[in-house]
């Protein structure tokens, strides 16, 4: 097994498609799955990069380029691909350039939707996504104060009505366009929601009638718009973090059927909503308001239990997964995260429990700073035998921002004899990167590549290829969501070294220790952090 061929099914255990292009832009490889199901995907090679995207995706692009540094992957970039036939596709894409190599850019694509006929958007107008995106680095960055920006919303009605002269159509949307970005904060921070919603980020105090500005557009046309705007000014008494969650949820709710009649007023509903969800949740945590399951992980082989993964379970929050999301979303994930890492020490704890071991969850979130190792580390200074029966586990639910520094904080874990897997690998692009960059005893091969794969031979192939690497670097391999005995056999074949799912048992208030797996049985899924 090559390293190249290892690598490529790393990759597209996460994207769709691969291209690399150089520092004219032009394609110079590209793998995978076509974009646009016409023609194969290599047949993009010696095209232009930038006249792949439609004008808003190619100043994405740009931008992007302009600040990717070597050795970083770029965030992610919500545009629409071109196709023939006047079509379109909706993609994400990822770049990065290689450290030793400045010459071409890689780029990794995920389709976000199928193919459908393609609506210019006006030049530089930027899609939901990427006006959330722009408004994030506004608040969270330097420089903007939140109560000093406002977004605001306009309804263009009667724009859609002059699609019936396309020329005309794409004029007015052209003058609309020009009108709302030039409004914005710096210039193009203004998005096209529907076909006749907009919303842009501007200055508190700009007080300049965006709706009379508008219709002079559509008049310079011969259109009679009938304009109307609703303001959100973000207000600096909230954490920007949640400010964005209640951003983000009323700009959703504007891109669902039939819409919303006043953002501002769900935005402030959505805000309220934010503060409280986020004090109940601190109140949880600090009172230990929540169980512990646990989840058995075996040997394949034998059956034999090797540990078991602590699930976090919540009597009136909802779904775990669900949960944990918000968390991280409002900064107080790494609090939870020490709090779970607080029983599952004070379980290895209790009489009796010597031979228990156990995994717990570690948001990239909480690795950011030095507060969560150091916390885990006072907890078990007392007992260091129980750092020997503990794993931490880290996931990809929000990406390091610094793998380096989170590799020393994770070797300082590793050094006390907590053990280190990486989660869900597999399940987006940056798994892959963990493991370049972090010193681990085990990766955790995600259920969704596990699911059905004795059927699926691109599957079967990329788990051979994540088994191979991780045997040539000397890791333990865990598969998830195992739960019939035909893939425990498959998985044994491909030197899978540990499972977990229902074959082996559900998760449970108190571990279950028997030996030998359990039979087979079809459930379902299980949802749990982690």
Known sequence: MTSRSQLLGLAFAAADLLVEFDRDGMITLALGSSPCGTKPAETLVGKPMFKRLDGGGQAELRRALAGLQPGRRSDPLHVTLLC?????????????????????????????????????????????DAFLERTHRALMGPGEEPDSLAVTFVDVLGLAETREDPAKYVRIQDRVASALREASVDGSSAARLTDERYALLRHADDRRDLADEVREAGLAEGVDLEVCGSDIELPGTAAPVQVLRALRLAVESCLKDGGLERPDLA???????????????????????????????????????????????????????????????????????LAVADKAVTRLNRAGAGSLHLAVNVSGVSLAGDAYVQNLLRLTARTPAVRRRLIVEVT???????????????????????????????????????????????????????????????????????????????????AERVETEACRLALVELGVDMGQGYLFGKPTAEPIQSRGPIAARRVGTVEGWG
Request: hydrophobic letters at 45%; glycine letters at 6%; one cysteine or more.
């Open 267 to 337: 935005f402030t509903a959505c805000l309220m909503k934010t503060l409280e969800e986020a004090d109940q949740f601190r109140a949880m945590v600090r009172q230990r308001r929540f169980d512990l399951h646990f989840q058995p992980i075996v040997d394949l082989t034998d059956g034999e239990i090797t540990h078991f993964e602590a699930l976090a379970r919540f009597d009136k929050w909802g779904g775990p997964a669900e949960t944990l999301r918000m968390a991280e979303e409002l900064a107080l994930i790494e609090g939870f995260d």
């Open 396 to 478: 990809e639910t929000a990406t390091l921002a610094d793998p380096a520094a989170a590799n020393l904080r994770l070797a300082a874990l590793r050094e006390a004899g907590i053990r280190v897997y990486i989660d869900d690998f597999g399940s987006g692009s940056a798994g892959f990167d963990y493991l370049r960059k972090l010193s681990v005893d085990a990766v955790k091969i995600d259920g969704s590549l596990i699911t059905d794969f004795e059927a699926d031979a691109r599957s079967r192939q990329v788990i051979s290829h994540i088994v191979d690497l991780c045997r040539s670097m000397s890791l333990k391999v865990v």
């Open 84 to 128: 023939e036939g006047n079509l379109s596709r909706r993609l994400m894409m990822r770049l990065f350039r290689l450290p030793e190599d400045d010459s071409g850019i890689s780029c990794a694509v995920i389709y976000e939707g199928p193919v459908t006929p393609y609506e210019a958007l006006p030049p530089s107008m930027l899609s939901p």
